[in-house]
């Protein structure tokens, strides 16, 4: 796969969190097409060993790294260690995110009543906490380097409030990928860092 009237990422460095399925791995196998070299971040070793392998046969350049993104300073330091090995970081996509239940209008458990402490801080903490920890890593580097990207995977869940969309209970076959008022607060986030940064926050699901 070939992007070169798209963009052209020939000699950059970029990292993408969530990169082992879904949304991040395509973002992370388009920035690698377009030349950059992609740092691939996820939790579920076996995917990222897959698709990372993958990505390599078809000549990209990639690096796989293991790593739950709620360990704040692990990601740090993986994205300090990025910089230290190939002098830059260009562009990093906080995407990495957990799927919770759907809204009251669509499961019982979705009621308020329902809500469960442990499942809330669970979706607080990668959705909300972990993207804007990633932001922060980023513009360290990217602040003394004078250049960068930084885009968050948010939800239309953050921009408008709908019944359907559930406050935090997380499942793995939800089929719903997002908390309403984690993302308001990952969009806001965004939003508020400086614009030199150039940051952006992608609404997945509109
Ligand atoms: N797909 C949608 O319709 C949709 C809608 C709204 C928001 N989103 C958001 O978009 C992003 C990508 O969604 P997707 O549909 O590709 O989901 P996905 O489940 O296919 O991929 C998410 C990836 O993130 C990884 N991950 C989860 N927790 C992690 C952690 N703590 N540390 C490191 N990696 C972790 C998972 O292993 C998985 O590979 C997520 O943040 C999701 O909440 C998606």
Not at 60 to 69: E, F, P, Q, Y
Not at 121 to 129: D, G
Request: charged share 20%; glycine share 10%; with cysteine.
């Amino acid at each position: 796969m070939k992007f070169p009237t798209l963009f052209d990422m020939t000699g950059r460095v970029s990292c993408v969190t969530g990169a082992a399925s879904g949304l991040g791995l395509a973002i992370a196998e388009v920035l690698a097409a377009a030349g950059s070299h992609v740092m691939m971040v996820d939790l579920d070793a076996a995917a990222l060993e897959t698709e990372s392998a993958r990505l390599r046969t078809e000549g990209l350049s990639v690096d796989a790294i293991v790593l739950d993104v709620a360990q704040l300073d692990g990601f740090e330091a993986a994205l300090d260690d990025v910089v230290a090995r190939y002098g830059r970081l260009d562009a990093v996509f906080a995407n990495a995110g957990i799927s919770a239940g759907p809204g009251f209008a669509l499961s019982e458990t979705g009621r308020i009543e329902h809500l469960q402490r442990e499942k809330w801080e669970q979706v607080l903490t990668i959705n909300l906490t972990a993207a804007t920890w990633a932001i922060k890593a980023a513009a360290k580097h990217m602040c003394a380097q004078g250049s960068g990207r930084i885009v968050v995977t948010a939800s239309i869940g953050g921009i408008r409030a709908e019944p359907f969309v559930g406050y935090a209970q997380c499942g793995p076959t939800s089929g719903d990928r997002t908390g309403s008022a984690q993302r308001a607060g990952e969009c806001h986030c965004a939003r508020t860092v400086p614009d030199e940064h150039r940051r952006r926050a992608v609404a997945s699901g509109t």
